[in-house]
T-cell receptor
Framework: EAGVTQFPSHSVIEKGQTVTLRCDPI?????LYWYRRVMGKEIKFLLH????????ESGMPNNRFLAERTGGTYSTLKVQPAELEDSGVYFC??????????????????FGAGSRLTVL | SQQGEEDPQALSIQEGENATMNCSYK?????LQWYRQNSGRGLVHLIL?????REKHSGRLRVTLDTSKKSSSLLITASRAADTASYFC???????????FGTGTRLQVFP
């Protein structure tokens, strides 16, 4: 079974430019999450899709960030325009969906390797 | 706000020694999970403990949970150089599918 794949693995852009990160979750996983880790800090939740719907986007920093999941398969996270503080590693994760709270309350996530974003 | 905090931030030990990492959280939880991240890779799920459990084992891993203190510990026994990684706790609250992660503990095991 293929895991969660993310592209690109590393992106270096200038401040003000646009970057689009892509995540392909495990086939059949309706839950898809984006997280971000800034150097040395916590892994911070950004948003959660169930299929193509945004279940929770409370962690999105501002309107420069746009996440989509058309068709409920892969997802993209666009940052436009990028700022210096957007630098970090963006992780995507997926899990099966059993309803809010999960089947027997588990919700174990499978993560991708991350996309490292460097904004200069 | 994020709620997991791991302690210590960094830990260095020799192979064969035990490593203990602690995690504190703020709200009531459904379960608590530990993940490992090797450098340049994604997080890998290690073990899950439910709110009604106090201790759980998996191979060389032992996890405890104290809901009254809102804390958990991860013990790795007989550590190996391959255990070198960052370890994160993550909590799942009731009525949500959102895992909240902490800052992580960076473990270095010297051969």
């Amino acid at each position: 079974e293929a895991g969660v794949t993310q592209f690109p693995s590393h992106s270096v852009i200038e401040k003000g430019q646009t970057v689009t990160l892509r995540c392909d979750p495990i086939s059949g996983h309706d839950n898809l999450y984006w997280y971000r880790r800034v150097m040395g800090k916590e892994i911070k939740f950004l948003l959660h899709f169930v299929k193509e719907s945004k279940q929770d986007e409370s962690g999105m920093p501002n309107n420069r960030f746009l996440a989509e999941r058309t068709g409920g398969t892969y997802s993209t996270l666009k940052v436009q325009p990028a700022e210096l503080e957007d630098s970090g590693v963006y992780f995507c994760a997926s899990s099966q969906f059993y309803g809010v709270g999960g089947f027997s309350g588990a919700n174990v996530l499978t993560f991708g390797a991350g996309s490292r974003l460097t904004v200069l | 706000s994020q709620q997991g905090e791991e302690d210590p931030q960094a830990l260095s030990i020799q192979e064969g020694e035990n490593a203990t990492m602690n995690c504190s959280y703020k709200t009531s939880i459904n379960n608590l999970q530990w993940y490992r991240q090797n450098s340049g890779r994604g997080l890998v799920h290690l073990i899950l403990i439910r709110s009604n459990e106090r201790e759980k084992h998996s191979g060389r891993l032992r996890v405890t949970l104290d809901t009254s203190k809102k804390s958990s510990s991860l013990l790795i026994t007989a550590s190996r150089a391959a255990d070198t990684a960052s370890y994160f706790c993550a909590t799942l609250s009731y009525n949500t599918d959102k895992l909240i992660f902490g800052t992580g503990t960076r473990l270095q095991v010297f051969p």
